[in-house]
T-cell receptor
Framework: GQQLNQSPQSMFIQEGEDVSMNCTSS?????WLWYKQDPGEGPVLLIA?????ELTSNGRLTAQFGITRKDSFLNISASIPSDVGIYFC????????????FGKGTRLSVIA | NAGVMQNPRHLVRRRGQEARLRCSPM?????VYWYRQLPEEGLKFMVY????????ESGMPKERFSAEFPKEGPSILRIQQVVRGDSAAYFC?????????????FGPGTRLTVL
């Protein structure tokens, strides 16, 4: 089945630093999504990408859909303590309402 | 505008008992997905349903697990004769085919513990 490789698995950074994480796949995806999950909660959608090469921002977050359609990255600028959580990439191979394939997550810790 | 609702939030069962997890999608959403998350893992797709129909159940174990999304009421994920390996967080997501945002929105999850 389709798999997503997400890296790094965990990060410890100082408040104010920028963060970068990425996701790669052995197969092509038509949609890339980035979610954040806080402890005890469900994933919350941060950014959705629909076109190869697309670069999209949401506040301090920026994500890009790789040209090959097999990768995506998420950047967080000027991190703050509330950025702590688990960030998941997810991909969808077909358009429409089809199930998502998730990476294993990047656990972000921010040291004040 | 309430989001996706799941109950119970926490469920404890003994081996051999049945577990019933409920999911009410967002208002206007007719597509429901169930995912399972093991500790330190990402979410794994189980089943995709529309009203009264199972569209894709390729991720659901063939035995003991079943799902439904009736015309009226919430979607139900049912696990019969639970075993310790069923302990996990189960998340429901919903989406719509209407114009606008089509992505999946997740509920807070049900954390199942099997003793």
């Amino acid at each position: 089945g389709q798999q997503l490789n997400q890296s790094p698995q965990s990060m410890f950074i100082q408040e104010g630093e920028d963060v970068s994480m990425n996701c790669t796949s052995s197969s092509i995806f038509n949609t890339w999504l980035w979610y954040k999950q806080d402890p005890g909660e469900g994933p919350v959608l941060l950014i959705a990408l629909y076109k190869a090469g697309e670069l999209t921002s949401n506040g301090r977050l920026t994500a890009q859909f790789g040209i090959t359609r097999k990768d995506s990255f998420l950047n967080i600028s000027a991190s703050i303590p509330s950025d702590v959580g688990i960030y998941f990439c997810a991909g969808r191979g077909n358009s429409g309402n089809t199930p998502l394939v998730f990476g294993k997550g990047t656990r972000l810790s921010v040291i004040a | 505008n309430a989001g996706v609702m799941q109950n119970p939030r926490h469920l404890v069962r003994r081996r051999g008992q049945e577990a019933r997890l409920r999911c009410s999608p967002m208002k206007g959403h007719s597509h429901v997905y169930w995912y399972r998350q093991l500790p330190e893992e990402g979410l794994k797709f189980m089943v995709y349903l529309q009203k009264e129909n199972i569209i894709d159940e390729s991720g659901m174990p063939k035995e003991r697990f079943s799902a439904e999304f009736p015309k009226e009421g919430p979607s139900i994920l049912r696990i019969q004769q639970v075993v310790r390996g069923d302990s996990a967080a189960y998340f429901c997501a919903s989406s719509t085919t209407l114009t606008g945002v089509r992505e999946q929105f997740f509920g807070p999850g049900t954390r199942l513990t099997v003793l």
